[in-house]
C-alpha cells in the first residue's frame, strides 16, 4: 500500500522577484496556482520558467515577495529537472534510480522494503520499462531515461509535480506515453506544473498557461493566455533584454497577469 498523499493546496506568490546567479530572472509575479490545476509555463529562453519551478521547490530564493506552499512539505512536492543537469555517469541501475523517489517515505538511510521495491517495479511498468531494472542508467537512450525518471516521479506520490522540459529530445511515442501519465495525475487531483515549448502541445493539454517573459504577461484560460496579442508581448519583452536594454516594466501588460488565478 502506498503511503497517503497530502492534501492539494494552492501555490501562492506574491510580488515575486528571484534572481540567478545575480540576474533577476523573474521580476514581480503575482497569481495561484489552484489545487490540482494542470498548467504550463512558458516564455521566450531565459525568461524565468525553469528559475521559477526551482523557487517553488525551494532551491532559490526570492529575493523580493514570496511564495506560499501552506505548510507543504518538500517532500510532497515532485520535481523533474532538465535532463541536461543530471548526471548520468554515476554507476547506478534503472531500479535504483527509481527507488530513489522512495526516500521521502524511508529515510536517506532506511531499508527499501519490499513493498516499496514492488512500488518500484510496478513504475517500471507503468512506462514501459519491464526488464530494464537492472540497465545502468548510461546505457539508456534519452526517451528510455526520461521513463525512468517519470517512473521515479511515480512512486513519489507526491501532491504537486514540477517538470521541467518534460518532452525535450525524446520520441513522439516516449512523448505521447509520458503526457498520459500528466493526464493520470490530473485526473487523480494533483496539482502538475509544467515549462513548455510546444505551444500546439500546451494547446491540446494543459487547460491554464503561465506566459513569462521574466515579467508575468499573462496567466490564465490557455486560450486566452497564449492568443497573438499577448504572445506578441512576450516576444517584446524578450528583445528588449536581449538587446541589452535591462529591466523594463510593460506596464501595460503585466498588472492584469499579476492578479491572476490559475483556476
Known sequence: MSAPRPAPVSIDMEDLTVAYDRRPAIHHLSGSFAPGSL???VGPNGAGKSTL????????RPSEGRIDTHGLPRSA??????QAEIDRSFPITVADTVSLGLWAGAG??????????ARAMAAL???????????????????QFQRVLF?????????????DEPFAAIDERTAADLMRIVMRWHEEGRTVIAVLHDLDQVRRHFPQTL???REPVAWGPTQTALCEETLRRARALSETWSNGHGHHTAANGAHGARNGRAA
Do not use: C, D, W
Open 39 to 41: 498548467t504550463a509555463i
Open 53 to 60: 519551478l526551482k523557487a517553488i521547490m525551494g532551491l532559490l
Open 77 to 82: 512536492i515532485a520535481y523533474l529537472p532538465q
Open 108 to 117: 536517506i538511510l532506511g531499508a527499501i522494503t519490499r513493498e516499496r521495491r
Open 125 to 143: 511498468h507503468t512506462v514501459g520499462l519491464e526488464g530494464f531494472a537492472e540497465r545502468p542508467i548510461g546505457n539508456l537512450s534519452v526517451g
Open 151 to 163: 517512473a521515479r516521479l511515480l512512486v513519489q506520490e507526491a501532491a504537486v509535480v514540477l517538470l
Open 211 to 213: 506566459l513569462i517573459a
